[in-house]
């Protein structure tokens, strides 16, 4: 089960670290937002070491539908009214910044980087996707509902953002990887002060960055409650047309389209790791009742981490960790958010100020109603009886029929038929 970009592009390798070293930053974590971290650093003259356990873009990057957009759903409406008009703008800001940063960075890279408009449509609400048009345009920002036409089925109008993006996310990888100072199979396991201890290797640092898709120090920061994991499913289909925009429903649960060359990626089905899911039939009803001539080509699933109020979290790790920062919770939008995160944590790296930090601080208050439903999840699985047990925080495991997996309903750890990893938070296999 590979996804579309594994197919056409050879990742850099890079060897793995033995014996004792030392770095002015330790970055964990070889996804998009960890590299994209160390490029920073790297381009600011800064002394950095990247430690991925596995290989670079194991696990979410590869996955991903790729849309470089500040268009996340039916959030500016509800970030209005939670946090107000200056965070709000914060948020759209930093995010059309990454936006734009992608733009720069990918003029010169053979990435299939292509301009297109993203659309939040829906089927029978017009009136939510105007009340969002309303509030985009209080913080300065221009986006109509229009009509659709591109989709196979009727919609009650769709909101659209200009000059937004898509790409191949491991051409761009691969291009700006390549010269970085990465270990792979490098896999830490605990800390002991400012030391990184790995099965070969020990890293001592001054400075540290958590960009593990999942955070991985239980002992602070509570992210074990104040996140849970999402999977959805995505197929590419050859003869199903091309469409020029990128769409999302704005309901939940609904489709997601893209094209890429001469596929159309057809994402849904989305559901909390370890509970009941629909896997790919949702979106193969879909293919088969909108585009009956169309043919399977790839079809893989992706996990997401979700935070309690639709933010990510970016920025120290929690008072008790000086000198330690994170970049976890992105709620499907891995790649604006991820960019934002390495321009945030760079600057912290730096002392300098960013000014969008504040709206994605890790210590806002988070007394919302996910952190009882993330809480009760927790106390329920960790009460039943099970033989398969997460490693992470002993909850009791799910089998996912669709994937064949053990799957963590508390924290979205997944495991293989034998027990090994394939997500975390869990820091290693199951023990039969």
């Not at 970055?27 to 990247?50: E, N």
């Not at 105007?130 to 509902?145: P, Q, R, S, W, Y």
């Not at 199903?240 to 704005?250: E, P, Q």
């Not at 090994?420 to 023990?431: E, F, S, T, V, Y």
Request: net charge neutral; glycine share 8%.
């Amino acid at each position: 089960m590979n996804s579309i970009w594994t197919e056409s592009v050879q990742l850099p390798c890079f060897e793995s670290l033995e014996g004792k070293i030392k770095t002015d930053v330790l970055i964990i974590g070889g996804g998009i937002a960890g590299i994209l971290c160390a490029y920073f650093l790297q381009d600011q003259g800064i002394d950095y070491l990247l430690a991925e356990g596995r290989t670079i873009c194991f696990g979410t990057t590869r996955n991903t539908t790729a849309k470089i957009t500040s268009q996340h759903g039916l959030l500016y409406e509800n970030l209005l009214k939670n946090v107000g008009m200056e965070q709000t703008k914060m948020y759209l800001d930093a995010n059309q910044r990454a936006v734009d940063k992608f733009y720069e960075l990918c003029r010169n890279i053979d990435c299939d980087f292509e301009e297109k408009p993203a659309f939040l449509y829906s089927v029978n609400n017009r009136k939510k996707l105007e009340n969002e048009a309303e509030a985009l345009g209080k913080i300065g920002f221009t986006a109509d509902v229009v009509k659709t036409g591109e989709l196979p089925f009727e919609t009650a109008g769709a909101l659209r953002f200009e000059k937004q993006a898509q790409f191949h996310p491991l051409k761009f990888i691969a291009a700006i990887s390549r010269n970085l100072r990465i270990f792979e199979h490098t896999f830490v396991t605990e800390f002991r002060g400012k030391t990184a201890i790995t099965e070969k290797a020990e890293i001592d640092f001054q400075k540290l960055i958590i960009a593990s898709h999942f955070p991985i120090n239980n002992k602070h920061g509570l992210y074990f409650l104040k996140m849970y994991q999402d999977r959805s499913y995505i197929i590419a289909l050859r003869n199903a047309g091309k469409i020029n925009g990128m769409y999302l429903d704005a309901a939940k649960g609904g489709l997601s389209f893209r094209s890429y060359k001469d596929y159309l990626l057809l994402g849904g089905g989305s559901h909390r790791t370890g509970k009941s899911g629909s896997g790919w039939n949702q979106v193969r009803n879909a293919s088969e009742k909108y585009y009956p001539f169309s043919e399977e080509a790839f079809c893989w699933a992706a996990q997401d981490c979700m935070t309690l109020d639709g933010l990510p979290y970016i920025g120290p790790y929690s008072a008790n960790m000086r000198d330690c920062f994170v970049a976890a919770g992105f709620n499907k939008w891995g790649m604006t958010s991820s960019m934002v995160a390495a321009m945030i944590l760079s600057d912290h790296i730096m002392e300098k100020e960013n000014p969008y930090a504040k709206v994605f601080s890790p210590s806002r208050s988070m007394i919302k109603q996910q952190l009882f439903i993330n809480s009760w999840e927790a106390l329920a699985n960790l009460m039943k009886k099970s033989k398969k047990r997460c490693p992470h925080l002993g909850c009791s495991l799910k089998w996912n029929s669709f994937e064949h997996s053990w799957d963590c309903p508390c924290h979205g750890s997944r495991f293989d038929e034998d027990g090994h990893m394939l997500d975390n938070p869990a820091n290693g296999d199951i023990k039969w």
